[in-house]
């Protein structure tokens, strides 16, 4: 049987490059959205041409009863889960912190770190040789405005991502002789539709130019280093922050 793997926000962008590289790599492939289940019926297409089975679950990961639901649709449907991929994330419009509403920071800081606690805890519970499992594999998405801050735009959005990177340390050290490696990717300037969501449809154009690399990266680029993460290939990584940013 293939091994099991999970992505968050698998429609689009990142979690669908990830879920049809993953799929050409060996895994079964949850495929989590949470508007769009035309796209992420398109993603699953591609996933069982690869020769893999795919699955596609509705769920908001910051609803604690919905991904319940979700891990829950995955071990009735799939088995045991060995991948987790926390790739659900949002921007908001561009905003100075003292322009920022309290549902504003609630939006983001539940969706972009809550959910992945949400949905590491479930999976941890699956994964950890403490809990019965065979152990497993986290990859968290950060961003590179963990470190850049991102003021003027979404300083909120670049402080739950520099959550992730703490979190992501603290899971593997905490589970790291439970059979479960915890990494993260951080992105750069990656060509994808989530500009267009904040306000910022010319983004990528714009701060080229501010990249050593002169360029975007795609989804795809950051999808083998995730991919890479999930492989027996990074078997002694883990608590590892990745960054995919072109230098920047």
């Known amino acids: 049987m293939n091994p099991t793997l999970l992505i968050t926000g698998g429609s689009r962008g990142i979690g669908a490059a990830a879920a049809v590289l993953a799929a050409r790599d060996g895994w079964d492939v949850a495929i989590n959205y949470t508007r769009d289940a035309a796209a992420a019926e398109r993603v699953a297409a591609q996933v069982r041409a690869a020769g893999r089975r795919a699955l596609v679950l509705q769920a908001d990961v910051s609803d604690e009863a919905q991904v319940l639901a979700m891990f829950a649709a995955v071990d009735k449907d799939f088995g045991p889960l060995r991948g987790m991929v926390n790739n659900a994330g949002v921007v908001d419009m561009p905003a100075r912190v003292d322009q920022m509403s309290l549902q504003r920071l609630m939006r983001m800081f539940a969706i972009n770190l809550t959910g992945s606690f949400l949905c590491a805890r479930e999976a ?20 590179a405005a963990a470190r850049l801050g991102s003021p003027g735009q979404y300083v909120d959005y670049a402080a739950a991502k520099a959550g992730i990177d703490t979190f992501t340390l603290g899971l593997a050290r905490e589970v790291a002789a439970e059979g479960i490696r915890v990494n993260a990717v951080r992105p750069g300037i990656i060509d994808t539709e989530i500009h267009a969501s904040g306000g910022l449809p010319d983004r990528v154009k714009q701060t080229t130019p501010m990249v050593p690399m002169q360029r975007a990266g795609s989804a795809d680029e950051v999808a083998q280093a995730i991919v890479w993460l999930l492989s027996d290939a990074s078997s002694y990584t883990t608590g590892a922050v990745i960054d995919v940013t072109g230098g920047r």
């Open 124 to 143: 941890v519970k699956r994964m950890s040789t403490k809990h019965g499992g065979a152990g497993g594999v986290i990859v968290n998405l950060s961003s």
